[in-house]
């Protein structure tokens, strides 16, 4: 079973990308962005660990994560910041490591890890394959702000904060170009689909 983990950079593409792939090659997806936020929801124990460390503030009456009061308490502490993403990464590592052992059994040819921060994290170590995608930086800024119906100027400002599409393209096995239309990025699939699958 080839491991495949696909990365980029806010409104690069990848989600249109998994979508592809699970679609039309029948290709399961692990979706690192949904497990970083399922781990945190009610019932689970990354949950009660964030509490033990952050305190029953960030816990909201109805039992949910206050996520925008434990990203202020990280953003202005890097030690905190360090010991929530020890606490998540794990999970998330874990959760991974379960939904792969259950591919693999049930036959799969290919497992696609879609990872905003594959990179970062030192995900793409357990992958035989990385694909970065990427397009040029005005179309990402606009296609994610139409999304998100936030400015501009929003996007430019996330985007600065992250790796560029330079840095991902170094340490990525194939790039794919979203710069065109939805067809030329399907090409473009496709033709990985052939190659590794
Ligand atoms: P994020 O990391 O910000 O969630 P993403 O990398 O998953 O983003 P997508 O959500 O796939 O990116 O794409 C961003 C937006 O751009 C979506 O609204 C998507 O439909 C649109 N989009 C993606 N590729 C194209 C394309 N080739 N042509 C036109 N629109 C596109």
């Not at 399961?28 to 952050?54: C, Q, S, W, Y």
Request: with cysteine; proline share 2%; glycine share 8%.
């Amino acid at each position: 079973m080839k491991i495949i983990g696909l990365t980029g950079g806010i409104g690069s593409g990848k989600s249109t990308v998994s979508a592809y792939l699970s679609e039309n090659a029948g290709l399961m997806i692990i979706d690192a962005d949904r497990i970083a936020h399922e781990i945190t929801e009610p019932g689970n124990e990354t949950l009660v660990k964030i509490e033990e460390v952050f305190g029953s503030d960030i816990i909201r009456d109805d039992g949910t994560l206050d996520r925008r009061g434990l990203a202020g308490i990280v953003f202005s502490s890097e030690e905190k910041k360090t010991i929530l993403e020890e606490i998540t990464h794990k999970a998330i590592r874990e959760e991974i490591d379960r939904l792969l052992k259950k591919a693999f059994a049930a036959n799969e040819p290919a497992v696609i890890i879609d990872a905003p921060l594959l990179l970062e994290s030192g995900l793409h170590t357990i992958c035989d394959i990385v694909w970065a995608v990427g397009a040029e930086k005005e179309v990402r800024v606009k296609r994610a702000a139409a999304r998100d119906g936030i400015t501009e100027d929003e996007i430019r400002a996330r985007m600065a904060r992250q790796m560029s599409d330079e840095e991902r393209a170094q340490h990525a096995d194939e790039i794919i170009d979203n710069s065109g239309d939805k067809e030329t990025l399907y090409r473009q699939i496709e033709r990985l689909i052939q190659k590794y699958v």
